[in-house]
């Protein structure tokens, strides 16, 4: 069947339907991953967005439940030059066709991603829709332009708290829609891990038996979190060790009254290189995020960059002055992408150590 | 941080000579390095013995030494200019071998020279398998089960411990010489005792198989500080087993999820953190396609032909960056060229899909063996881009120029399905056609998979080709089933051959359509970032991305294609140049080129690349985008001549010589007219059709004569023919290979054979020098040594050849470049060929006389005159260093091929020797084919009976030079005849005290063998195999084994003196 991709400038790409036969209207991003379409696919930082991949054939291992990022998909549309023919691969549960028909994404194929991504590159994110219908575009253009992507915390985080592993430290885990792999990671290296909603209020948690706490990533702009951010700076001023990936990033800093800001097309892909402040040594990273700290709204007396993107200069990485706070803004959990930062993590149970030990 | 302060002038060591495992790669990697280095203001002293190619031009290095890759010389170029560094990872296994040779005796510290890029220490933890092992058990990196042995008896033994099949890999050759997979005692036993004494330690590894596990390969890159990134993945599509030069491969990975490509990354970059790595790296794995086990197979610590073909397919310079790295500089310091924004610092993303596909020399040996395996076999390769896996496919098939078009081959078409069962075992080169075949026959792609272990990703591709081709075949052609079989890049004539409409009829019908290619860019960020980088690839069903600048006069240049005997890099060395004096005149250029591992192919030589298969519709694309306002087609080989008519026929002017007059050289009657004309003489000939004709011809001129079809290059399939059964046999070859042209029946005249390269404007001929063989006529041009100025040739010779180069040039029109060969033959001059474009001696003699004939030619097509650019017409005064060109050989790789030279061409390089003393430069010459005399004093010789007279004073040169003569019965009693001193070999089928037996007692400095030529008798064939694989130089031309006995007997005792070009 046909479908078509309409955005919002008023560019219209007809391909060939797969997945759920649903019309949906979403933001609109590119990632150059080259492999990791399933964690893309299910990590919830995508909430109210549609991704567009750069790399053409998509689906050629199919999909494995145990690469999942959380229980479902969280992108809205998934665009792709070539949905392949067959999925191959020892651990495949279900091909990626069945896959998005069971958990309703629609999806369309056979357009042409590297003119999507150039339009988006020059003209930055952008709203769009997916249908299989054939409208006057003219028609759809204004309810496409209306659309907003507001509310996506809620949508992802978790309805009550629960416990992963056991181990040494006990930390919470504040999902904002927090990718499994963070919890995974934290686990892997000895940590009871509880992770809790994100409405979970700063007492509860200060009061709680924690050893230390880990915020996560999450979809949607920063600044509408008002209420999470009066929570995280209770949090903050706890004195509590705190990391934070993301979107807990971003909330950090609000948290310290500096400002974010929407980049023009976002990074989303698994190639980017991040330097760290004290060593000089770049490290390649996996990134998903519209928006950054804004570099001028940073009181320096209160924190430092830690960690800047190579490419662009923007801000990556923050170490709070006289905090035991350090927050990044890209991936160190991969998934998919490098592990080349996943020596995060353990710099995280030091903090922990540290704090545990005084 | 910055430039270290201590790096100031820098010895770069080149690969040597095109031998299968090491090819046109590293004159990429090299050129890139030296120019990078130059643009740091480092003084280079470059040394390579190959003089075809780019790396040794004058202006890339500022010392160019083309002189024998030995450790003597080495040495002594490092005492001779002093270079404060050395830099040997850009010079394939060669450079590192020396390199480390220089390092093990203390000379690079007694010289105060510092290893820069990648040390000695770490280069040795690589190659050195044990230290290797260790290492990788230290840092808890996978590798098989595997042993290092000196003695066959331990390999035996550890074989029975660890289970059959076992691989073996010697340490310390290129391209995995001698290696091999052992399924039994038997076998290991040959493979192994072969391989311990290839190997330059004599040491093999014995190893476990992982046969049918997916082989994927890593080129990732690291710097001081230990900033480490991946600039590539490739999957070979044939799982392990065979070697990944004979593999098609890849790019990315297409079957692995981010777990498997993750695992595997951070692998190759903790192997090149715990190795040190200063530079780039390869690193090669095998992975269980059932599960997460995956073991490292290799480490290659230095630049490869991987690393060329990943460069290629992400548009990132490896070689380029290894060369910044080892001066210091940190990977987020240096720019991305491609995109002038981002860093070096980075992970390409790739957009599309790359597909490599080897190409074998088995057309040229059709009696060799075409099975792969672990020893590599291909002389070049071909790369193709698309954004699809199919469409990449196709396009890298029609690239070999092997008139296949589509996965179809006719000696298939009628076999059954228990024929292709079984072939379908078979690992060669047809793997690909068999599978197609096997589909269409209804073999299921699940069987093919057990068969053969390829993923079923990559067999669903081929069956997606098949039902495209049976769609096309059996439904009417609309346009949505059009569009389909163009973006999976069926050409317009398969499409044409399968739906039965006529050709031009699609082509309009697409024209109708808008179904026509779309160009893109490769820019390593898969359109993240805006690129400056004009490298483009097409693609059916997309946007056009480029916009060509419609006010510059432009230029097309078509490239060469794969390297492969007859077509090497010689014609890459030519385009680029062509490349470069068009853009110094003031023209805006365009390449098209599809061999990854040139240097035309890189982004920065041309303004605009096109990396696309070299064919017409491919072309017409092109052509249609860019309205070139000419196109030059004299320097690329057959493949760019080819293409001649179809550019003139898409209205595109054909600069320099006109296709008419190129036809006029090649079509026999035409020729014979403008001889005739210019009053020139040749060996009488004919032209045929048919057998009969041929016969008739044949005792019409009588015998011997030549018999070859026309329109080949390096003399393919030319043979000299003694007998009407000769010329039968010779004609049916002919005809299983060039069915479409005419056969041409030639005199063979057993004359002195020379050679011109000249340039002609028009209105004068330029010739820069006259070439000399030292094989008599009927050994191929190429396979010959070629001497520079020509030493045996009189005054007046060299007079006639100048006068009828002249004559011939003008009396074809030639504007460009021509090449002609000639017989003298009792002091009377022949001419033999006339080719009107460049030739395989153009970068040689361009170098040796400091006249730039490219550059010239070029301007001089541009409407230059030659006396406008400063040079007169004429031959060109003599220079007083003499230049041999000696061809080499790569037949210890090609299992089954004949070694004795003929008319057709078999070397791969070449190499040359530069002294002012003719022979020294022989001498040099013959030590850089690498051959390393005298030594062990004995020498076997089979020489055939007409040969004999001729061969008596060689063998006393011989003997009174200290050899002890072993000959077979026949040589035996005519040497004791004639008095000289000889001991009896029995010949191969006696029990005991044979050839055989000699040989493999490793005490003989060489084999002369003067066979009977077509004779059925497989006696010689199987003493001169047998020598080429006990590594002892076998020479089957008297001339080449006088040659040798010459230099010898006047070699300078001492080290050899050393020549740089650059100050010629």
């Known amino acids: 069947m046909k479908a078509y991709l309409i955005l919002e400038d008023g560019h219209v790409f007809e391909g060939v339907s797969f997945g759920a036969e649903k019309e949906v209207i979403s933001e609109f991003v590119f990632n150059t991953s080259m492999t990791g379409y399933t964690e893309i696919l299910t990590d919830p930082s995508y909430a109210g967005q549609s991704v567009v991949m750069t790399y053409p054939l998509i689906g050629n291992y199919g999909v494995s439940y145990k690469d999942q990022e959380a229980a479902h998909p969280f992108v809205e549309g998934f665009v792709v030059h070539e949905l392949s023919r067959l999925g191959s691969n020892f651990r495949m549960n279900m091909n990626l066709n069945d896959y998005m028909i069971e958990n309703n994404i629609p999806g369309i194929q056979g357009v042409d991603t590297r003119a999507i991504t150039k339009i988006i590159r020059q003209h930055g994110c952008m709203n769009g829709m997916i249908t299989t219908q054939k409208y006057n575009v003219d028609e759809v253009l204004d309810k496409i332009k209306a659309f907003k992507v507001e509310g996506v915390v809620q949508r992802c985080t978790c309805d009550a708290p629960y416990k992963l592993g056991r181990g040494d430290f006990h930390v919470a885990l504040y999902d904002f829609g927090a990718k499994r792999n963070i919890a995974k990671e934290l686990v892997k290296r000895g940590c009871e891990v509880t992770v809790v909603p994100a409405s979970t209020p700063a007492s509860e948690i200060i009061n709680g038996n924690y050893d230390g706490i880990m915020l996560s990533n999450g979809p949607g702009d920063p600044a509408e979190n008002v209420e999470i951010v009066k929570e995280i700076k209770e949090l903050a001023a706890s004195g509590m060790p705190i990391f934070a990936i993301c979107l807990g990033h971003q909330l950090m800093a609000l948290a310290h009254d500096f400002k974010t800001e929407k980049l023009k097309f976002g990074h989303h892909g698994a190639n980017h290189p991040v330097r760290d402040a004290h060593t000089g040594r770049v490290y390649i990273s996996t990134q998903n995020h519209n928006y950054v700290i804004k570099e001028d709204s940073i009181d320096p007396e209160v924190a430092k960059v830690w960690f800047t993107n190579v490419n662009d200069g923007t801000i990556e990485g923050m170490e709070y002055i006289n905090e035991n706070i350090r927050t990044v803004q890209f991936h160190p959990e991969a998934s998919a992408g490098p592990h080349d930062t996943a020596y995060l993590f353990d710099e995280f149970i030091k903090m922990m150590g540290g704090h545990k030990n005084a | 941080m910055p430039k270290r302060k201590d790096i100031h002038k820098v010895l770069v060591i080149g690969s040597g000579p095109i031998i299968i495992g090491q090819a046109a790669e590293f004159d990429y990697a090299g050129t890139q390095a030296c120019r990078a280095l130059k643009e740091e203001g480092i003084e280079v002293v470059l040394i390579n013995s190959n003089p075809a190619t780019i790396m040794t031009d004058k202006d890339i290095a500022d010392h160019v030494y083309i002189e024998p890759l030995t450790v003597p010389t080495v040495k002594h170029l490092i005492e001779v200019e002093k270079p404060d560094s050395i830099l040997p990872t850009l010079g394939g296994q060669n450079a590192l071998n020396i390199a480390m040779a220089l390092d093990d005796e203390g000379f690079l510290e007694a010289h105060n020279v510092k290893t820069i890029g990648t040390n000695c220490a770490t280069i040795k933890e690589a190659e050195d398998r044990e230290l290797f092992k260790e290492l990788m058990e230290r840092i808890q990196e996978p590798i098989a089960p595997s042993k290092t042995v000196n003695y066959v008896e331990d390999a035996l033994e550890y074989a029975r411990e660890i289970g059959y099949p076992v691989v073996v890999r010697p340490a310390y050759t290129l391209g995995g010489t001698g290696g091999g997979i052992a399924h039994n005692e038997k076998e290991l036993h040959d493979i192994c005792s072969n391989g311990l004494r290839l190997s330059r330690v004599s040491q093999v590894l014995i190893e476990k198989s992982i046969a049918g596990w997916k082989e994927i390969e890593y080129e990732v890159m690291r710097d001081h500080a230990g900033n480490c990134i991946t600039v590539c993945n490739m999957e070979n599509i044939d799982p392990v087993g065979v070697h990944t030069g004979d593999s098609v491969v890849v790019a990315p990975s297409q079957t692995l999820g981010d777990r498997e490509y993750q695992m595997l990354r951070s692998s190759a970059l903790n192997i090149i953190t715990a190795l040190g790595i200063e530079g780039g790296c390869n690193v090669q794995y095998a992975l269980n396609p059932y599960s997460f086990e995956y073991c490292v197979i290799e480490v290659n610590p230095r630049v490869s032909r991987s690393s060329a073909l990943a460069s290629k397919a992400t548009g990132y310079p490896i070689a380029k960056l290894a060369a910044k790295i080892a001066l210091g500089y940190t990977l987020d310091e240096i720019k991305n060229a491609v995109t002038g924004k981002t860093y070096a610092s980075f992970e390409p993303a790739l957009d599309y899909i790359v597909c490599k596909i080897p190409k074998w020399p088995f057309d040229k040996f059709y009696d060799a063996s075409r099975k792969l395996g672990t020893q590599m076999k291909a002389t070049g390769e071909v790369m193709a881009i698309c954004n699809n896996f199919e469409g990449a496919l196709m396009k ?67 069956r997606h080709l098949v039902q495209i081709e049976e769609r096309l075949r059996s439904e009417p052609l609309t346009i949505e089933l059009l569009k389909e079989a163009k973006e999976r890049e069926f050409p317009d004539r398969v499409i044409s051959e399968l739906s039965g409409m006529k050709s031009e009829r699609i082509r309009q019908l697409r024209l109708e359509n808008n179904i026509t290619a779309a160009f893109k860019t490769v820019d390593t960020c898969a359109a993240e970032f805006a690129a400056e980088t004009p490298y483009f690839y097409s693609v059916f069903g997309g946007e056009h991305e480029i916009a060509p600048d419609e006010n510059k006069k432009k230029v097309m240049v078509l490239g060469s294609g794969p390297i492969r005997i007859g077509q090497g890099i010689e014609f890459d060395f030519c385009s680029v140049h062509c490349v470069w004096a068009l853009k110094e005149a003031g023209y805006e250029t365009i390449i098209v080129n599809n061999n990854p591992e040139t240097v035309s192919t890189d982004f920065d030589i041309a303004d605009r690349l096109y990396f696309e298969p070299l064919t017409a519709e491919d072309v017409r694309e092109i052509v249609d985008l860019e309205k070139p306002d000419g196109a030059i087609v004299q320097f690329g080989g057959q493949t760019a001549i080819k293409l001649t008519q179809d550019l003139m026929n898409m209205g595109v002017k054909i600069l320099g010589t006109s296709a008419d007059d190129v036809d006029a050289a090649e079509d026999r009657e035409r020729f014979d007219e403008i001889l005739e004309k210019c009053h020139i003489d040749r060996p009488r000939g004919d032209t045929v059709f048919t057998v009969d004709e041929a016969i008739a011809a044949a005792n019409k001129i009588g015998y011997p004569v030549l018999v070859r079809p026309s329109y080949v290059l390096g003399g393919a399939g030319m043979e000299i023919a003694l007998n009407d059964g000769d010329v039968k046999k010779f004609i049916g070859h002919i005809n299983e290979q060039f069915q479409e042209h005419p056969i041409l029946i030639d005199k063979y005249l057993s004359g002195k054979e020379c050679e011109v390269d000249a340039i002609c404007d028009g209105t004068g001929v330029l010739i820069p020098g006259i070439m000399e063989h030292v094989e008599r006529a009927g050994v191929h041009s190429g396979d010959s040594i070629s001497v520079y100025p020509p030493q045996k040739l009189k005054k007046e010779v060299q007079h006639t050849i100048c006068e009828y180069t002249e004559r011939l040039a003008k009396a074809l029109h030639v504007v460009g470049l021509i090449n002609i060969q000639f017989i003298v033959y009792e002091d009377e001059v022949y001419v033999i060929e006339v080719n009107p474009r460049s030739s395989r001696t153009i970068p040689y003699i361009s170098k040796v006389t400091g006249i730039p004939i490219v550059k010239v030619a070029t301007k001089a097509i541009m409407g230059h005159s030659i006396p406008e650019q400063g040079y007169s017409y ?70 055939k009976d007409s040969s004999k007279e001729e061969f008596l004073p060689i063998a006393k040169q011989y003997y009174m030079f200290g050899y002890d003569l072993y000959a077979t019965k026949g040589t035996y009693e005519f040497l004791k005849a004639h008095d000289v001193p000889c001991h009896f070999v029995n010949r191969i089928t006696e029990k005991t005290n044979t050839i055989f037996d000699l040989m493999l007692t490793d005490t003989v400095d060489l084999v002369i063998d003067i066979p009977t030529r077509n004779s059925n008798l497989k006696d010689g064939f199987v003493i001169r195999r047998f020598a080429v694989e006990a590594g002892i130089p076998i020479y089957t031309s008297l001339d080449t084994a006088q040659a040798l006995i010459n230099s010898l007997e006047k070699k300078h005792n001492g080290s050899t003196s050393l020549v740089d070009i650059a100050k010629l």
Request: charged share 30%; hydrophobic share 40%.
């Open chain 2, 874 to 943: 004429g031959l060109v005064p003599e220079k007083d260093t003499v230049a041999v060109k000696m061809p080499v050989f790569s037949f210890e790789k090609i299992t089954g091929a004949e070694i004795s030279l003929g008319p057709e061409m078999k070397s791969t390089g070449e190499v040359l020797g530069i002294s002012k003393d003719p022979d020294e430069a022989m001498y040099k010459a013959f030590i850089g084919t690498g051959i390393d005399l005298p030594k062990k004093k004995n020498i076997i010789c089979t020489v």
């Open chain 2, 396 to 462: 890298a098939l029609r690239s070999l120029e092997q008139n296949v078009f589509y996965l179809n081959l006719d000696n298939l078409k009628d076999k059954d399905t228990i024929y292709l069962r079984r072939k379908l075992k078979d690992v060669d080169d047809q793997r690909l056609f068999v599978i197609a075949e096997s589909l269409r026959k209804g073999i299921s792609v699940q069987e093919i998979h057990e068969i053969t272990m390829i993923d079923v990703w990559f067999i669903d591709k081929i």
